[in-house]
């Protein structure tokens, strides 16, 4: 990964431009409860996306990734 950013800033493309926005939204069930969330993540690919996601949303609400259910991904475009 560092390898690839240093040839892009040789290039002079800056790999702040790559990064993207995505929505990743999923369900989790805790006992009698259904949690849905909604989270925006900034990533350079959908696989770190979902990656952050799954961070995030272990830590914040003590799951583990197989109790998260129905994930789905969405790049958002900004608009400016």
Do not use: C
Not at 36 to 46: D, G, I, M, S
Not at 60 to 68: L, W
Request: no cysteine.
């Amino acid at each position: 990964m560092v390898f690839t950013r240093i040839i892009g800033w040789a290039q002079g493309v800056s790999p702040l431009s790559e990064v993207k926005t995505f929505r990743v939204s999923g369900w989790v069930s805790r006992g009698f409860r259904t949690l849905q969330l909604f989270k925006k993540v900034r990533a350079l690919t959908v696989e770190e996306a979902l990656e952050k996601f799954y961070s995030d949303v272990g830590s914040n609400h003590r799951v583990k990734r197989s109790q998260i259910k129905n994930v789905r991904v969405e790049e958002v475009r900004e608009e400016a």
